[in-house]
C-alpha cells in the first residue's frame, strides 16, 4: 500500500513539473517573439485596435523602401492606438540599437493613411520605457474634450530603483503619458518627417494590398458645385441670401447674411451679418458656407471672406480633407462665385487679424478703379484683381474660383502667366 501511495505521489510531482515546464516553455515562446517580426505579437500593456495596426503594418511592408527613412526598425509589437478602435491612428516605436530613436504617427484619412516620422521628446521617453524598462505597470487611458477637439492620454509607470543595478532595491515609481488629439498638429510636412526635418513621401492607400501607386483622385471642381446649386437641402437657404443682396440700402434689413452648411447640405440657421460683413463663427462640422454682396459691395469674395474660407478648411481637422471647404457670394447683380481650398491642412494654418487684413483690404479697394461709366464692372476685372488678392495674402494656388452665371452655367476661372483670365466652362 506504502509504495502504491509513493508511486501515485511521484506520478503527480511528475505531472506537475510537466506542466510547469510546459508553461514555462509556452511563455517564454510568447515573450521571446522578435518586437521587429513581420508578424504582429502584442506585447502592449493596454488594449489596442488590432485590426488597425496588422492593416498598418501590412501597408508599411508593401511600400518599406519609400516610407522607412530612418536606420531604425519599427517594433510593431509596441504600437499603441490610444484607446481608440475605429482604425483611425496609431503610434509605433522606431529602435536602433536598444533605443526608441523616433515615433512613427499614422493617421487614416477615408481610405487613405499617413505615415509621419516624427521625435518630439516626450513620446520617445514614453516608448523608451515602455518597450525596455524591466518593471512597469499601465494606467487605464484617459479620455477628454476640448472645444473643436478630442484629447486622450495613456499613462506607463515603471519602477526607478535607487541603485540602477539592483531592480529589487528601494527605489520609485515614475510615471511618463502620451497625448493624442484629433486637431493636434503634426508637421508643416505632409508626408513624411525624417530624423533630420526632411520631407518625403506622401499618402497610401489603406488597408493595403497593391495599387499603391496610383494618386488619389481629387474631386473635380465642377461637379462640387452642381452638388451645391443642385442640393434640394440648399435652395431655400441660396434663395434667401439672393433676394438679401438686392435690398436697398433704405430698408431695415439691408446688409449682409450667412448661411452654413455640412457636408450632405444640412443649413445652420441664418446669420445676421453687418452692411458689409458677416461672421460665420464656429465652423466645426461644416464644410463651407455661403453669403450674400450688397448693391453698395464689389461683386467678389473679399479678403475677409478668403480668410473665412481658411477658417472652413481647419474645421475639416488635420486628418480631414480640407479641399472640401469652400465659401459662396452671391452678388445684386446676379454674380455668384464660389471659391474652394485647394492646399493641405498646414496651408490653411495661417492667422489673419482685422490688423494684418487691413491692407489687403485697403488695396482691394483701390484696385475697383474699373467701373464703366454705366456703373458696370466687367467679370474679367473683378477676377483679375481677385487673384492678385491671393497672391498679395501669400495664396496663390491654394484657392480655386468659379462663377455661376445668371443662366446657371458654371465656369472655372483660371489666371494665365500674363495676367489674363480664363472661363472654362464645365461640361
Given at each position: 500500500?506504502l ?59 508593401e511600400?518599406?523602401t ?8 519599427p ?24 533605443k526608441?530613436i ?17 521625435q ?11 518597450v ?6 499601465a ?6 474634450f ?10 506607463v ?10 531592480d529589487?532595491?528601494?527605489?520609485h515609481?515614475?510615471t ?12 508643416s ?36 458645385t ?10 431655400a437657404g441660396?434663395?434667401?441670401?439672393k ?30 451679418g ?16 455661403y ?10 469674395l473679399?479678403?475677409p ?19 472640401k ?20 491642412y498646414s ?47 501669400g ?33
Amino acid at each position: 500500500m506504502l509504495m502504491t501511495k509513493n508511486l501515485i505521489s511521484w506520478l503527480l510531482l511528475l505531472a506537475t513539473f510537466s506542466f510547469l515546464l510546459h508553461s514555462c516553455v509556452h511563455d517564454e515562446m510568447i515573450s521571446s517573439a522578435d518586437p521587429s517580426s513581420k508578424e504582429y505579437h502584442s506585447k502592449s500593456l493596454w488594449k489596442e485596435d488590432e485590426k488597425y495596426i496588422k492593416n498598418v503594418m501590412q501597408v508599411y511592408l508593401e511600400n518599406e523602401t519609400r516610407i522607412n527613412t530612418t536606420n531604425g526598425t519599427p517594433y510593431w509589437d509596441y504600437a499603441v492606438t490610444m484607446g481608440t478602435f475605429d482604425e483611425s491612428f496609431l503610434m509605433v516605436p522606431v529602435v536602433k540599437d536598444d533605443k526608441v530613436i523616433a515615433v512613427i504617427q499614422v493617421p487614416r484619412k477615408g481610405s487613405k493613411i499617413h505615415f509621419y516620422y516624427t521625435q518630439f521628446p516626450g513620446h520617445i521617453s514614453f516608448f523608451q520605457d515602455l518597450v525596455f524598462a524591466p518593471l512597469k505597470k499601465a494606467i487605464f487611458p484617459e479620455n477628454s474634450f476640448a472645444k473643436g477637439r478630442s484629447c486622450s492620454s495613456i499613462h506607463v509607470s515603471v519602477w526607478i530603483p535607487n541603485n540602477p543595478n539592483n531592480d529589487n532595491g528601494p527605489g520609485h515609481w515614475d510615471t511618463k503619458v502620451i497625448v493624442r488629439c484629433t486637431q493636434q498638429d503634426m508637421e508643416s510636412c505632409t508626408g513624411i518627417v525624417g530624423p533630420n526635418g526632411e520631407c518625403s513621401g506622401g499618402e497610401y492607400p489603406y488597408p493595403g494590398g497593391g495599387n499603391n501607386n496610383e494618386p488619389e483622385t481629387q474631386e473635380d471642381p465642377c461637379q462640387k458645385t452642381k452638388a451645391i446649386i443642385n442640393n434640394p437641402k440648399m435652395t431655400a437657404g441660396l434663395n434667401e441670401l439672393k433676394d438679401q443682396s438686392i435690398l436697398p440700402k433704405s430698408n431695415d434689413n439691408y446688409g449682409e447674411k450667412g448661411i452654413k452648411f455640412k457636408a450632405d447640405g444640412t443649413p445652420s440657421a441664418t446669420i445676421p451679418g453687418q452692411a458689409h460683413s458677416v461672421n460665420f463663427g464656429d465652423k466645426t462640422g461644416y464644410t463651407g458656407g455661403y453669403h450674400n454682396h450688397t448693391v453698395a459691395e464689389i461683386p467678389m469674395l473679399s479678403p475677409p471672406d478668403i480668410d473665412q474660407l481658411l477658417g472652413f478648411a481647419r474645421a475639416q481637422g488635420n486628418y480631414g480633407d480640407p479641399t472640401k471647404a469652400y465659401l459662396g457670394m452671391i452678388a445684386p447683380n446676379g454674380m455668384h462665385y464660389v471659391i474652394y481650398f485647394n492646399g493641405s491642412y498646414s496651408d490653411a494654418v495661417v492667422t489673419f487679424t482685422d490688423e494684418t487684413l487691413k491692407p489687403f483690404n485697403d488695396r482691394y479697394q483701390t484696385r475697383y478703379g474699373m467701373i464703366s461709366s454705366d456703373g458696370n464692372v466687367s467679370n474679367e476685372a473683378i477676377e483679375k484683381f481677385f487673384f492678385k488678392t491671393i497672391t498679395d495674402m501669400g495664396l496663390e494656388g491654394k484657392v480655386n474660383l468659379q462663377r455661376i452665371e445668371n443662366n446657371g452655367t458654371i465656369k472655372t476661372i483660371t489666371k494665365n502667366t500674363d495676367g489674363s483670365i480664363n472661363a472654362d466652362p464645365c461640361k
